[in-house]
């Protein structure tokens, strides 16, 4: 695994210390900052590429959930380490990689990392790895059959009726998925090995009908009936 970059901020000298001598324990990461002030890890990041923060959330000057707000648009991954679980729906929200309850024990903050080379939806030739909240999951393409737009979510739906919820864009998502995979409406993505029909503007997939938009018409009918 290539090395991670990672700064530590929180307030708080003792939990700072602990996480740091968690960091030096794991070959690849490398700890490039630490600071008690947000406000100076703010100006630390805009000079200097960050891979993950480990980040305390209840701070005086600047609260973990507005600095995590503050660089959503950044590439970097937030851990949020704090004692107060009431902020896990927060957490959730910002799509923080991992949630992390005072006091953090070594195996959870492994735990943590390991979902760092994890991202939202990973591509094998035989598995997607789903990032859902906190939570992995590890399916075979096979298994979905369409995948539908909410708002800033998208929705997985499965072969069992399951449906797994991911903080993601089609439009993103669509570039990762295997070929089978057909972007077909501004709300819909259908795996196009479990498309049986066309009926009207509507795909059939079992009892399900997906609508095709007039300019992913010619593209679908051409792709998945000729």
């Known amino acids: 695994m290539s090395t991670i970059s990672c700064i530590i901020i929180d307030d708080e000298e003792l939990a700072r210390t602990l996480l740091e001598t968690y960091v030096e324990k794991v070959t690849y990461l490398n700890s490039i900052g630490s600071f008690q002030n947000p406000i100076d890890a703010l100006s630390f990041i805009k000079e200097n590429p960050v891979d993950l923060i480990f980040l305390d959330i209840q701070m005086p000057e600047l609260k973990g959930t507005e600095f995590a707000s503050i660089i959503a648009t950044s590439k970097s991954k937030v851990i949020f380490t704090t004692a107060y679980s009431e902020y896990a729906l927060k957490g959730f929200e910002l799509n923080a990689l991992d949630y992390l309850l005072k006091p953090i024990t070594f195996n959870r903050f492994l735990s943590a990392i390991e979902k760092f080379s994890s991202q939202e939806v990973l591509v094998d030739p035989t598995h997607l790895v789903i990032k859902s909240g906190y939570d992995l999951y590890k399916i075979v393409p096979d298994e979905v059959r369409y995948i539908e737009s ?20 089609l439009s993103k998502l669509i570039k990762t998925l295997p070929t089978s995979f057909l972007r077909v409406h501004r709300s819909f993505i259908v795996n196009g090995d479990k498309v049986t029909g066309l009926k009207g503007r509507d795909l059939i997939i079992g009892d399900k009908r997906i609508p095709v938009s007039d300019s992913y018409y010619d593209t679908v009918k051409k792709s998945l009936f000729n």
């Open 150 to 169: 909410d708002s800033e979510y998208v929705n997985y739906h499965l072969e069992t009726d399951k449906k797994i919820i991911a903080n993601q864009s």
